[in-house]
């Protein structure tokens, strides 16, 4: 990577979301190294990892990235997470978000009669519409024995091909309903950052949208699901902007002295909530913003790094964002700031449903004011990570566990299995010296030296 050391220039203005784009450099992005954070609904994870890790593997190696999948999911006792993490070149980063997005399946219900799908034979419509739509059919049949709920799954590259098998599967039922329903699992934070956008969605799809109520901490579900419901295109167009308001997240670790904190004015300008956390000589950077917002966080991630000359990174954005854009532009830090007030005057009893990113709260421009902020900073590591073992005489499971996702949001998952190797829990990892890190084979001095840092942190 070139001009490590060179003086910060002010960022050119941020891009919207349809501008063109700009010249082109020749340079490269180099060995930096970036974490994405995106949100992608759990029960699609293992559609997207594929039998053996088969199609994550094959994502992994075309896009040149890592991707990991919360491993609290494979537990039934455990709240399900549908955080998805990637690390890699920044340029990469997009690469796998965009393969992931183009993986994941589009589900659409409706009711018929039971007795016209026995009629015609339940096989016979499986093989048929798998052979000629490329989409698979499922049969619910309703507890009156008369109709059945009948859910037909396609591709995000293969909407035309779902939209003409419902057309036809309603015409074999002899069917005239136009009505159609979709299902998102999704979080928190996301229902979070849709609610006051609802009505608006509404009025520009036609969509009908049932949303969560998130306003009682106590009285949150345990599922975050949003019905949406209408015909097929807007039901289609209705998901598609909701899922443009996913929260994401970009975070890189560099050296402090690499970086000018007047990066934060232009983070504000563009809707992008920016923090920045000091450890030592290392600094934590994070942007978060809407993924609709997605050039900006990749472009201002370029200009905090002070790296004017690099290929600009284009993210492939669905066009029909563009009027969830318009509907929502400079409404993500305000929503951080009011779920940060909301949290902060409700007792937090269901604090383990919401991630961290939505509720961070952005950090002051000038250089002062992130210096008296940097110990607060560290404070979120010390609050979520506290071992739950120190006073266990073996190998706690558990422990290890919140050790992975330690590790995780400091950008070094790929050492977990090192220390689980090792049987290495959170309880442990706390006494570490830099020589033990190197014993269990952590050789790299980068690595080294934020994992001591982390620990220093733990030990406060």
């Not at 798998?130 to 049949?141: A, E, M, N, Y």
């Not at 999704?186 to 979070?192: A, L, M, R, Y």
């Not at 939505?358 to 609050?383: E, F, G, K, W, Y």
């Given at each position: 990577?070139?001009?490590?050391?060179?003086?910060?220039?002010?960022?050119p203005?941020?891009?919207?979301?349809?501008?063109?784009?700009?010249?082109?450099?020749?340079?490269?992005?180099?060995?930096?190294?970036?974490?994405?954070?995106?949100?992608?609904?759990?029960?699609?994870?293992?559609?997207?990892?594929?039998?053996?890790?088969?199609?994550?593997?094959?994502?992994?190696k075309?896009?040149?990235?890592?991707?990991?999948?919360?491993?609290?999911?494979?537990?039934?006792?455990?709240?399900?997470?549908?955080?998805?993490?990637?690390?890699?070149?920044?340029?990469?980063?997009?690469?796998?978000?965009?393969?992931?997005?183009?993986?994941?399946?589009?589900?659409v219900?409706?009711?018929?009669?039971?007795?016209?799908?026995?009629?015609?034979?339940?096989?016979?419509?499986?093989?048929?519409?798998?052979?000629?739509?490329?989409?698979?059919?499922?049969?619910?049949?309703?507890?009156?024995?008369?109709?059945?709920?009948?859910?037909?799954?396609?591709h995000?590259?293969?909407?035309?091909?779902?939209?003409?098998?419902?057309?036809?599967?309603?015409?074999?039922?002899?069917?005239?309903?136009?009505?159609?329903?979709?299902?998102?699992?999704?979080?928190?934070?996301?229902?979070?950052?849709?609610?006051?956008?609802?009505?608006?969605?509404?009025?520009?799809?036609?969509?009908?949208?049932?949303?969560?109520?998130?306003?009682?901490?106590?009285?949150?579900?345990?599922?975050?699901?949003?019905?949406?419901?209408?015909?097929?295109?807007?039901?289609?167009?209705?998901?598609?902007?909701?899922?443009?308001?996913?929260p994401?997240?970009?975070?890189?670790?560099?050296?402090?002295?690499r970086?000018?904190?007047?990066?934060?004015?232009?983070?504000?300008?563009?809707?992008?909530?920016?923090?920045?956390?000091?450890?030592?000589?290392?600094?934590?950077?994070?942007?978060?913003?809407?993924?609709?917002?997605?050039?900006?966080l990749?472009?201002?991630?370029?200009?905090?790094?002070?790296?004017?000359?690099?290929?600009?990174?284009?993210?492939?954005?669905?066009?029909?964002?563009?009027?969830?854009?318009?509907?929502?532009?400079?409404?993500?830090?305000?929503?951080?700031?009011?779920?940060?007030?909301?949290?902060?005057?409700?007792?937090?009893?269901?604090?383990?449903?919401?991630?961290?990113?939505?509720?961070?709260?952005?950090?002051?421009?000038?250089?002062?004011?992130?210096?008296?902020?940097?110990?607060?900073?560290?404070?979120?590591?010390?609050?979520?990570?506290?071992?739950?073992?120190?006073?266990?005489?073996r190998?706690?499971?558990?422990?290890?566990?919140h050790?992975?996702?330690?590790?995780?949001?400091?950008?070094?998952?790929?050492?977990?299995?090192?220390?689980?190797?090792?049987?290495?829990?959170?309880?442990?990892?706390?006494?570490?010296?830099?020589?033990?890190?190197i014993?269990?084979?952590?050789?790299?001095?980068?690595?080294?030296k934020?994992?001591?840092?982390?620990?220093?942190?733990?030990?406060?």
């Amino acid at each position: 990577m070139t001009n490590h050391h060179s003086r910060f220039h002010r960022c050119p203005a941020m891009f919207s979301v349809n501008s063109p784009p700009p010249a082109l450099s020749q340079h490269s992005l180099g060995p930096l190294l970036a974490t994405l954070s995106i949100e992608v609904s759990y029960p699609f994870h293992s559609h997207l990892i594929g039998r053996s890790g088969k199609n994550i593997n094959r994502t992994m190696k075309e896009t040149g990235t890592r991707i990991h999948f919360p491993d609290r999911n494979r537990i039934a006792s455990e709240l399900k997470s549908n955080s998805v993490v990637i690390r890699g070149q920044p340029a990469n980063l997009e690469n796998a978000r965009q393969r992931i997005r183009a993986d994941i399946p589009v589900e659409v219900i409706f009711d018929c009669s039971f007795e016209r799908i026995n009629a015609i034979g339940q096989s016979s419509l499986l093989q048929y519409f798998s052979t000629t739509f490329d989409v698979l059919l499922r049969f619910f049949p309703k507890i009156d024995g008369v109709n059945c709920q009948v859910n037909i799954r396609g591709h995000q590259n293969g909407i035309k091909e779902l939209k003409d098998s419902v057309i036809y599967f309603r015409q074999l039922m002899h069917s005239n309903l136009d009505t159609v329903v979709m299902k998102i699992e999704t979080s928190f934070d996301h229902v979070w950052l849709i609610r006051d956008h609802i009505d608006k969605i509404v009025a520009a799809t036609g969509a009908g949208i049932r949303c969560p109520d998130v306003s009682v901490l106590k009285e949150l579900p345990k599922k975050y699901c949003v019905w949406i419901r209408g015909s097929f295109d807007q039901v289609h167009l209705a998901s598609s902007m909701l899922h443009g308001l996913l929260p994401m997240q970009l975070m890189v670790q560099v050296p402090s002295d690499r970086v000018s904190h007047s990066f934060l004015v232009e983070a504000k300008d563009v809707d992008v909530l920016a923090r920045l956390e000091r450890s030592m000589d290392t600094l934590t950077i994070r942007l978060t913003s809407y993924e609709w917002n997605a050039r900006n966080l990749f472009d201002l991630l370029r200009c905090c790094l002070d790296q004017p000359n690099i290929q600009t990174i284009m993210p492939n954005l669905p066009s029909n964002w563009l009027g969830i854009a318009d509907i929502t532009r400079n409404t993500f830090i305000s929503s951080s700031q009011k779920l940060s007030n909301f949290l902060s005057s409700n007792e937090s009893g269901s604090a383990q449903q919401f991630s961290a990113m939505v509720i961070d709260i952005p950090q002051s421009s000038s250089l002062s004011d992130q210096t008296s902020s940097t110990r607060s900073c560290s404070s979120p590591l010390t609050d979520i990570y506290k071992p739950t073992s120190l006073a266990a005489s073996r190998f706690d499971h558990d422990s290890s566990r919140h050790l992975s996702q330690l590790l995780e949001t400091v950008g070094l998952f790929h050492y977990s299995d090192l220390f689980k190797q090792n049987e290495v829990d959170l309880a442990m990892f706390t006494t570490l010296k830099d020589e033990d890190l190197i014993c269990i084979g952590i050789v790299s001095f980068g690595a080294r030296k934020i994992l001591l840092n982390v620990i220093q942190e733990l030990r406060r």
